[in-house]
C-alpha cells in the first residue's frame, strides 16, 4: 500500500531529549521548501549473504519525492529508526550494500530506478519527470518493540532554533537546539518475538514535526 502526503500536519512533536518542539509552520516563508512525499510502507526482508553463515533480517521503506518548488533543492536525508523500547538506529547501520541490490532486484519492473537512500545524488530537480524514488534500510531492531516510529529528515529546509531548557554554555547562556521539519511515520508491530518473520507491521499514522 503506497501513502501520499498532500499537507503538513498541525501536531506537537517530542524531541529525542523529550523537550516540546515547536510545530511546522503553517505557511512557508519565501524560502522554504517541502518535497512532495509518497512512501511505501515499512517491510522486511531476510537474506543470508554468500560470507555469512545464517539469514539476516532487515527492514526498509521506499520512498518517492517529487520537486514542486519551483527550484533545483538539495537532497541530504537523515533516517532514524526509533522502538518503543528507546533504541535508536540510524539507516545503514551494518547494513550490506548486497542488501540494496535484493531490495532493488524485488522492485526493478515497479521501481526501475530506485536508489539507495546512502549513495543517491544530493539533488532533487524541479517536476514530476524528476521524480527521485529512494530505498531506506535498517538492520532488525528489538524483538521486544510494540511500536516503532521513522524518523526522515532532510525533505524540508524549513529550522528553528530553540534553547535548550536545562544545559548552558561555557557562558552560562542556554544551549541552542536546531530543528528540521522532520517526517514522521507510526507502526504498530505485533506477533511472537521468536517467530520474527511473521511479525505484523501496522501503519497508525505520519505527521510532520520539528526534531
Known amino acids: ?25 503553517v505557511v512557508q516563508g519565501p524560502d522554504e521548501w517541502t518535497l512532495e512525499v509518497e512512501f511505501q510502507h515499512l517491510q522486511q526482508i531476510s537474506v543470508k549473504l554468500a560470507n555469512q553463515d545464517k539469514h539476516k533480517r532487515y527492514w526498509y521503506l521506499i520512498l518517492s519525492v517529487t520537486n514542486n518548488n519551483g527550484k533545483d533543492v538539495d537532497f541530504y536525508p537523515k533516517c532514524d529508526l526509533m522502538t518503543d523500547t528507546f533504541n535508536l538506529t540510524a539507516a545503514g547501520t551494518n547494513v550490506p550494500i548486497a542488501i540494496y541490490e535484493r531490495i532493488k532486484q524485488r522492485y526493478e519492473k515497479q521501481y526501475p530506478f530506485l536508489e539507495y537512500v546512502k549513495t543517491t545524488t544530493n539533488k532533487v530537480l524541479q517536476g514530476e519527470d524528476n521524480k527521485k524514488d529512494v530505498v531506506i534500510i535498517w538492520p532488525d531492531f528489538d524483538v521486544e518493540a510494540d511500536t516503532v516510529s521513522l524518523f526522515i529528515a532532510g525533505l524540508s529546509n524549513e529550522t528553528v532554533e530553540i534553547e535548550h531548557p536545562v544545559l548552558k554554555d561555557e557562558n552560562g547562556q542556554a544551549v541552542k537546539l536546531y530543528l528540521r521539519k522532520t517526517l514522521k511515520i507510526d507502526y504498530d508491530i505485533s506477533g511472537a518475538p521468536q517467530l520474527r518473520q511473521n511479525a505484523r507491521v501496522g501503519y497508525t499514522g505520519h505527521n510532520w514535526v520539528m526534531r
Do not use: C, N, Q, R
Request: without cysteine; aromatic residues 8%.
Open 1 to 25: 500500500m503506497k501513502t501520499y502526503i498532500t499537507a503538513a500536519a498541525l501536531l506537537f512533536a517530542v524531541s529525542l531529549t523529550a523537550l516540546a518542539a515547536p510545530e511546522p509552520a
